[in-house]
């Protein structure tokens, strides 16, 4: 066969594979529209940016809109980031006790109106209960993981002056964020350190809708075995980038439940991911003494670990002779305890409350309304009776 045959033939092939999957698009478009919503980009016109040294932060002064799925009600929400970054109002001057939340989307919550988020409802909770009042600010970020948090801990510090801290830990997808962001390593001798990351084309790729909608489409559909052979691989190559130190090439938002950590707890990469977090708990520690502020620990326990409306569910994972329900939320709780630091493991509280409840529906595997409000209830009582810089002057309501 002659050569240009051969190019027209394959340019025949690679017009019509573009054609395939653009018709592809516009049929996932029409038969999926819910799991093919566009996830958070880093773009001109989003509400996030890249940072050098965060990643991706949020931007000032931005209203944007987010749409429910219908199984979650349709509702459109509307929300906005102040002069600093933070969704909500903005920062108060009038001597309250202020309490600074960080975390993932679960904190940010874009999901849910701001009355009904979980830094709202606890302010609520906690205000009659404090001398002077409290202010309750909202620094979580779509896709930040504990290490993100850390810095931002340490670089907001000299800007808010909070009196208390929360770190809140989403036990899902927390231990493979700390390893696929490369922010941080252990040392030879166990410490924490800076590590070097670099942004790459997956923070791209990672948003086209083929993709995007292939990933979430493969999720739903998926067997039980077939989600945890999928989910092991991705592990096992996550971090093998992370050990042999290669560039970074996984996106901010790529997050996946732990499954290395719920079913094989000895492996390698799941006692690596334990470390890690225990060493970032050390550092935030040891910074929050130095500056004389008090820290806790927020742990929010994954959807698939408590209801059954979710493949594979603690049901299915069951089966796995290591896996435990709560066994992502006591690794995290265990890091708290080796480093002294006040935890709040909402595993027991929600497991108690009707978890179906407790989180939305469909792809949306966030804490509902509800859920935030019950964490809130559970992290007021818990700093009202742990927390020494809170100055109390009633019970709680």
């Known amino acids: 066969m002659k050569v240009s045959t051969l190019i027209k033939d394959g340019a025949i092939v690679a017009s019509m594979s573009v054609l395939l999957l653009s018709a592809a698009e516009l049929v996932l478009r029409a038969m999926y529209p819910e799991k093919t919503r566009p996830e958070p980009l880093v773009t001109e016109s989003s509400a996030y940016r890249l940072d050098d ?69 606890l302010e609520h909770y906690l205000d009659s209960a404090v001398v002077g009042g409290v202010e309750v600010v909202n620094a979580g970020v779509v896709g930040s993981g504990p290490d993100q948090s850390l810095l931002r801990i340490m670089d907001d510090y000299d800007v808010i002056r909070p009196d208390i801290v929360i770190l809140h830990v989403f036990a899902d997808n927390d231990f493979g964020d700390i390893i696929r962001n490369r922010l941080f390593e252990l040392d030879e001798a166990g410490a924490l350190r800076s590590s070097q990351h670099r942004f790459s084309a997956p923070l791209f790729l990672n948003s086209l809708l083929v993709v995007r909608a292939a990933r979430k489409l493969a999720g739903s559909t998926t067997s039980p075995l077939d989600f945890v052979d999928m989910a092991t691989q991705r592990s096992a190559w996550e971090f093998r980038l992370y050990s042999s130190r290669s560039r970074r090439v996984v996106s901010n938002f790529a997050d996946y439940y732990d ?138 309501n």
């Open 53 to 121: 040294e965060y990643i991706v932060d949020l931007k000032p002064n931005m209203t944007k809109t987010y749409v429910r799925q219908s199984s979650n009600g349709g509702d459109s929400i509307s929300w906005s980031t102040n002069a600093q970054g933070f969704r909500g109002a903005e920062l108060r001057a009038d001597g309250s006790t202020r309490v600074v939340v960080y975390g993932d989307s679960n904190i940010q919550a874009r999901f849910s109106r701001l009355e009904h988020t979980f830094t709202y409802r």
């Open 259 to 396: 499954v290395d950590v719920a079913l094989r707890p000895g492996s390698a990469s799941a006692l690596a991911k334990v470390e890690l977090m225990s060493g970032i708990f050390g550092a935030a520690k040891v910074f929050a003494d130095s500056v004389g502020t008090q820290l806790m620990v927020l742990i929010q326990p994954a959807r698939r670990d408590l209801v059954a409306n979710i493949t594979p569910s603690y049901r299915e994972l069951s089966a796995f002779s290591k896996y435990r329900a709560d066994g992502l939320t006591s690794h995290v709780h265990v890091g708290c305890i080796d480093h002294g630091l006040p935890c709040l493991n909402l595993f027991e509280p929600f497991s108690a409350n009707d978890p179906e409840h407790l989180f939305f529906k469909g792809t949306n595997r966030h804490w509902s309304d509800e859920g935030q409000d019950l964490a809130a209830r559970e992290t007021a009582a818990f700093m009202l009776g742990r927390l020494v810089s809170i100055p109390t002057e009633a019970r709680l």
